[in-house]
T-cell receptor
């Protein structure tokens, strides 16, 4: 069955360091991969989308990579700040489907 | 501009009851999707509607149904509630039909508790 795995435990990072979150998938061939941020009690907020033919995407202090051979995406937050503390979700979708599959998320904590 | 709005914010029901959740998309957005998010898990896709037509359905029983109105607002209905239906129900809107691979805008959700 299709499976998406994100960092199994919460990630605790010192302010100013780079946080790297992992999204691995099996039995799936996504055409697109998205990353969202979710704060407690709120809906997810879209951050970045990367297509299967793109290796890397950047937006301000965020960088996403997509390796379809390894079936993995890495999400980097550079120069991390306490305000970056949140749960980050990866989501996969095939081009032929309207259905989107989310991972369970990784809780990132940035300590001052 | 107003974002996606959902009502009610919180809801408590008992097993066997029926519930209707409502969503108003961002003005100009014609696509609405519904998700169920259980505590500690990621959102799980339930339905997608575009121009009042169902465009996608997740692996949920027939107790779950939805519709989209001419003004693009949407309702999610759940019949014969079970304890396991307790979750945060999220609505997301998008301006285009291919909502899954375009940016989606999520509402704050409706927290449903089934006792």
């Amino acid at each position: 069955s299709q499976k998406i795995e994100q960092n199994s435990e919460a990630l605790n990072i010192q302010e100013g360091k780079t946080a790297t979150l992992t999204c691995n998938y099996t039995n799936y061939s996504p055409a697109y991969l998205q990353w969202y941020r979710q704060d407690p009690g709120r809906g997810p907020v879209f951050l970045l989308l990367i297509r299967e033919n793109e290796k890397e995407k950047r937006k301000e202090r965020l960088k996403v990579t997509f390796d379809t051979t390894l079936k993995q995406s890495l999400f980097h937050v550079t120069a991390s700040q306490p305000a970056d503390s949140a749960t980050y979700l990866c989501a996969l979708v095939r081009s032929s489907a309207s259905k989107i599959i989310f991972g369970s998320g990784t809780r990132l904590s940035i300590r001052p | 501009d107003a974002g996606v709005t959902q009502s009610p914010t919180h809801l408590i029901k008992t097993r066997g009851q029926h519930v209707t959740l409502r969503c108003s998309p961002i003005s100009g957005h014609k696509s609405v999707s519904w998700y169920q998010q259980v505590l500690g898990q990621g959102p799980q896709f339930i339905f997608q509607y575009y121009e009042k037509e169902e465009r996608g359905r997740g692996n949920f029983p027939d107790r779950f149904s939805a519709r989209q109105f001419p003004n693009y607002s949407s309702e999610l209905n759940v019949n014969a509630l079970l304890l396991g239906d307790s979750a945060l129900y999220l609505c997301a809107s998008s301006p285009v039909a291919g909502a899954s691979y375009n940016e989606q805008f999520f509402g704050p959700g409706t927290r449903l508790t089934v006792l």
